[in-house]
């Protein structure tokens, strides 16, 4: 096997001529050099100068020249001024300036210089880049390789010198490709700095609640979800620093009562959950507003609920899973105490809050009250949470030991109860706290972006007013004026994420068209601070009933009459057209009288309201009387019924609503 060694410099003890080969024995077909560009017939430059010690080469063949020794005694030599006539190929070395040797260009017979390249006559020896004996490539000779090669460099000259029209190209489409053959790796990232908050990330190590409660039990606790924007604008404002209004309305369980009977007790959730509050947003204008009440449900609060909250709050929990009968007209009610709430100036965020009663679950088995709660909550895109995810089944397993952890009673809950309660809305307010911190980080986006809440002072919440806007709703045509005070095409806008249907819960299409919004009005006997004037009972037949601190049985305030014809008549402020009186009914053992009432001069349209009811103890029951009344002043009067002159059981009315 021939081997190509490298160029030497010759040895002192060598001659040069035995260096290198006779020209008769140099295979040049086989040892052809690459040739340089210096030798194209087309592309001639000067001769480079050789050095002395660069013009001896060694060329071996066989295993014997792997040794200098015998390389030097095998290999023929022949002397470099020697010209190679016999192959018609000649060169001639003289003396350079710089101590080499140049080679000169060989001269045939006549004198004339020999040509580089030889031809293929009986002179040529092949030797030049065309010659006989160059192998193919890829079974194409060079020459169509070099044909190839200029045509390749015209195209990408041409491509360079003329390039296409911009108006043609598809950059998008490019841009999108590129995106998507670029690897990502979601698995390690290092951008998310850790977050301030030691409970993130959710049911992570930090998370204690987590550890206590269980994962699954805390995620069967959120029956809705929905957006949260209103509460991420609440938190968002807090993480800027703000100082939080909070608002909690129920029956009683919120009322504490079995932990503590007190409305601020601290073995009750409000108390909890304002702690916890202000251990993760410390801020000394913080406040919470217990506004429950016992024997109370939302068909009250759904009229009278800015009589148990401040002006402004930022936050309003809701809780009468437990509280509410499992009746449809109930559902009605509820989505009006959600709305009224809603379409509040300061525009707060709810949170449905569920507390899970044994004898709810008595009576309704799976399907209670709070079904109809969730209908509400996913149409007003509002939380709903439940301590039902975490109890049901265990309570059904074993309902001795779920009753003596955390009931008092087959209703209310005890303190550990509330500790319960308080966990759930704990755990669900920290997963919305870290989601929230990650978007404002712009680490994730998976809740809305709502703001700080600083940028507006009209507002505890900071925002424009849902009301403020006056005259009609664009698009909705057979609106008189004035009946188009929408509270959610006021925020449309700005915050299109915390808007108000534009509709009621059991709507029509062509009920929208006919749709005005609600202005919830209260006259509620309980009401202390701005009662009805004494002269509207003088001559009426109606009186005023007060309970004494700490009664047990007549704890209600209300208005009550016992003489037949007896007549009250109340003034109202009407915004949707609904009218309704809030009554007690009592079983039959316990009767009570016979009303009836009805709206201005209506008095053919008036309905009849009972006192006594099939019932198995006191309650209170909302019925409405009249339905699309014009909006603006109107009144109510209510006469007992009787015949003149005798007696009748009393009649007790504890307020008079509209909408």
Not at 15 to 36: C, F, G, K, R, V
Not at 384 to 409: C, Q
Request: with cysteine; aromatic share 10%; proline share 8%.
């Amino acid at each position: 096997m021939a081997m190509l060694r490298g160029r030497v410099p010759a040895s002192p003890s060598s001659s040069n001529n035995d260096l290198l080969p006779s020209p008769h024995e140099y295979d040049y077909d086989t040892y052809e050099a690459d040739t340089p560009t210096s030798h194209y017939s087309s592309k001639l430059h000067p001769a480079p100068t050789v050095p002395n010690s660069l013009l001896r080469a060694s060329i071996a063949s066989g295993p014997a020249s792997a040794t200098p020794s015998a390389s030097t005694s095998a290999s023929p030599s022949f002397d470099m001024d020697r010209e190679w006539t016999d192959k018609g190929y000649a060169h001639e070395y003289e003396e350079s300036s710089v101590g080499g040797m140049t080679p000169k260009m060989g001269m045939d017979s006549g004198g004339k210089p020999l040509s580089r390249r030889a031809g293929s006559g009986a002179g040529g020896s092949g030797l030049g880049l065309w010659g006989k004996g160059k192998k193919k490539r890829l079974g194409l000779p060079q020459r169509a390789w070099l044909v190839l090669f200029v045509l390749a460099s015209l195209i990408m000259i041409s491509k360079f010198a003329f390039p296409s029209d911009p108006s043609r190209s598809l950059p998008s489409q490019t841009d999108t490709h590129a995106q998507i053959l670029t690897p990502r790796d979601y698995l390690n990232a290092s951008r998310t700095d850790p977050a301030p908050f030691d409970f993130c990330p959710i049911f992570g190590p930090g998370d204690a609640i987590a550890a206590r409660r269980g994962q699954f039990e805390l995620l069967r606790s959120r029956l809705h979800l929905g957006t949260g924007a209103r509460v991420q604008r609440v938190l968002q404002k807090a993480m800027s620093g703000g100082a939080i209004t909070m608002s909690v309305l129920g029956g009683s369980v919120s009322a504490c009562y079995g932990a503590g009977d007190d409305p601020i007790s601290s073995s009750c959730y409000p108390y909890k959950f304002f702690n916890w509050w202000n251990s993760v947003f410390p801020h000394p204008a913080n406040e919470l507003t217990n506004g429950a009440t016992r024997k109370t449900d939302s068909a009250y609060y759904a009229y009278c609920n800015s009589h148990h909250m401040p002006d402004k709050s930022d936050l309003v929990l809701l809780e009468f899973d437990a509280a509410d009968p499992n009746d449809p007209e109930w559902l009605s009610h509820f989505e009006l105490l959600v709305r009224s709430v809603l379409v509040r100036p300061e525009m707060p965020a709810v949170i449905v809050l569920g507390h899970f009663s044994p004898q709810v679950q008595a009576q309704n088995g799976f399907a209670g009250p709070e079904l109809l709660h969730n209908v509400v909550a996913q149409f007003y895109d509002v939380p709903h949470i439940s301590v039902k995810g975490l109890l049901y089944d265990s309570y059904l397993r074993t309902p001795e030991h779920a009753l003596s952890s955390f009931y008092n009673g087959p209703l209310h809950a005890n303190a550990d109860g509330h500790d319960l309660i308080a966990d759930v809305l704990i755990s669900y307010m920290m997963s919305q706290i870290c989601s929230g911190w990650s978007t404002l980080q712009g680490h994730e986006f998976s809740v809305p972006a709502m703001g700080s809440g600083a940028e507006g002072e009209g507002s505890s919440s900071g925002g424009p007013s849902l009301l403020g806007g006056v005259g009609l709703r664009k698009g909705i045509p057979g609106q008189d004026p004035g009946d188009g005070d929408s509270a959610g095409s006021a925020l449309k806008l700005l915050y299109d994420g915390m808007r108000v249907p534009n509709m009621r819960l059991n709507d029509l299409p062509n009920d929208v068209e006919k749709f005005r919004e609600i202005e919830p009005f209260c006259v509620s006997a309980s009401d202390l601070i701005n009662p009805l004037p004494p002269s509207l009972f003088y001559g009426s037949g109606w009186h005023t009933y007060h309970p004494p601190m700490k009664a047990i049985t007549e704890d209600r305030h209300y208005w009550y009459a016992e003489q037949p014809t007896a007549r009250l008549r109340i003034p109202l402020k009407l915004g949707a057209g609904d009218v309704g009186i809030y009554f007690l009914q009592s079983p039959p053992d316990k009767p009570l009288g016979v009303a009836k009432c009805w709206v201005d001069d209506n008095f053919a349209g008036g309905k009849e309201l009972h006192g006594t009811a099939d019932v198995e103890e006191v309650i209170a029951t909302l019925f409405m009387i009249d339905r699309g009344v014009s909006r603006g002043s109107h009144f109510v009067e209510c006469q007992l019924l009787g015949e003149a002159g005798g007696s009748s059981p009393p009649f007790k009315i504890l307020g008079v609503f509209t909408t």
